[in-house]
């Protein structure tokens, strides 16, 4: 009942030794993830204790994972360092990279994602971020920063440009709950895209229907209009952020930045209508439609 991630994943955390890794890494134990070491080259052979437990320091992402059989990495990084944590874990063959990273420069980002596109990828990694909340599957297992206290377990899947919103999102439908929550970044490049989510959440026989949550800028909701369109039979709620911005100026998200009438609000969210994605003026609002959705399922 899930996408990408369950409690049989077993994670290791690049930067584990760090202020933001070590705190991030207890709060993923505390929601039952299965945390099996890090890695930090210069504190190779240590351990650390989190919540209770001793975490191996492994020097290199390859070699955490021929000793645990990790098939999942969360990066807490510093942004200048980045796309060498990536490209390693890419080369080692991790299943799953979660970049949790903000600040990370587009220039390092493209050459990211122009690897995972190319023949040295053999493991077909799979990248979410940068510059996001990661990923959670309630109850099961959390690679990343949502706060797993205000998660319930259910049938609906979660898409989210925004790490805010996919909270907020959590936490007013966490009585119907979710399957897999993902929060894909809002940077101008990223691995994982809402077609990617809405891909794998209509393969799954447990996600019943999809919250999909956007934001000005770009084309990627657009985009995805056309894909449910053509692939996805379940039924998706949105959201678009960013329907009081102005033209023209950059909001939070390096990605968000509106030019003439593309990438606005209005535009992405008449475009989801158009193929019957109903759109909420507000995540209250939004949360109130999937609950409708819900009870007539």
């Known amino acids: 009942?899930?996408?990408?991630?369950?409690?049989?994943?077993?994670?290791?955390?690049?930067?584990?030794?760090?202020?933001?890794?070590?705190?991030?890494?207890?709060?993923?134990?505390?929601?039952?993830?299965?945390?099996?070491?890090?890695?930090?080259?210069?504190?190779?052979?240590?351990?650390?204790?989190?919540?209770?437990?001793?975490?191996?320091?492994?020097?290199?992402?390859?070699?955490?994972?021929?000793?645990?059989?990790?098939?999942?990495?969360?990066?807490?990084?510093?942004?200048?360092?980045?796309?060498?944590?990536?490209?390693?874990?890419?080369?080692?063959?991790?299943?799953?990279?979660?970049?949790?990273?903000?600040?990370?420069?587009?220039?390092?980002?493209?050459?990211?994602?122009?690897?995972?596109?190319?023949?040295?990828?053999?493991?077909?990694?799979?990248?979410?971020?940068?510059?996001?909340?990661?990923?959670?599957?309630?109850?099961?297992?959390?690679?990343?920063?949502t706060p797993h206290t205000i998660a319930g377990k259910g049938p609906i899947g979660l898409v989210s440009k925004s790490g805010t919103l996919t909270y907020q999102m959590m936490y007013e439908l966490k009585d119907f709950g979710f399957s897999t929550a993902i929060g894909i970044g809002g940077d101008p490049i990223i691995g994982t895209t809402h077609i990617d989510a809405l891909a794998a959440f209509e393969a799954d026989p447990e996600t019943k229907a999809i919250v999909m949550i956007g934001e000005i800028g770009g084309d990627a909701e657009e985009r995805a209009a056309a894909f449910i369109k053509d692939n996805v039979t379940k039924p998706v709620v949105g959201y678009v952020a960013g329907f009081t911005a102005p033209e023209g100026k950059t909001m939070g998200h390096a990605g968000a930045i509106v030019s003439g009438s593309a990438g606005t609000a209005q535009a992405k969210k008449e475009a989801l209508e158009a193929v019957g994605v109903k759109v909420g003026k507000t995540p209250s609002e939004t949360a109130e439609l999937m609950r409708e959705v819900m009870k007539a399922l």
């Open 1 to 145: 009942m899930s996408i990408y991630l369950n409690k049989d994943s077993k994670i290791i955390v690049q930067g584990i030794t760090g202020g933001m890794g070590s705190k991030h890494t207890t709060l993923m134990l505390q929601a039952g993830s299965n945390i099996v070491g890090g890695v930090n080259a210069r504190k190779a052979g240590t351990t650390v204790e989190l919540n209770g437990t001793e975490q191996p320091v492994f020097g290199t992402v390859a070699e955490a994972m021929k000793e645990t059989g990790a098939d999942v990495s969360v990066v807490f990084v510093p942004p200048a360092f980045t796309k060498a944590a990536c490209i390693e874990a890419i080369d080692a063959g991790i299943g799953l990279l979660v970049v949790i990273t903000e600040g990370v420069p587009v220039q390092d980002t493209a050459e990211v994602w122009s690897y995972l596109q190319s023949e040295a990828n053999h493991a077909g990694t799979r990248m979410i971020g940068p510059n996001c909340p990661g990923i959670i599957t309630p109850e099961e297992s959390l690679a990343g920063i």
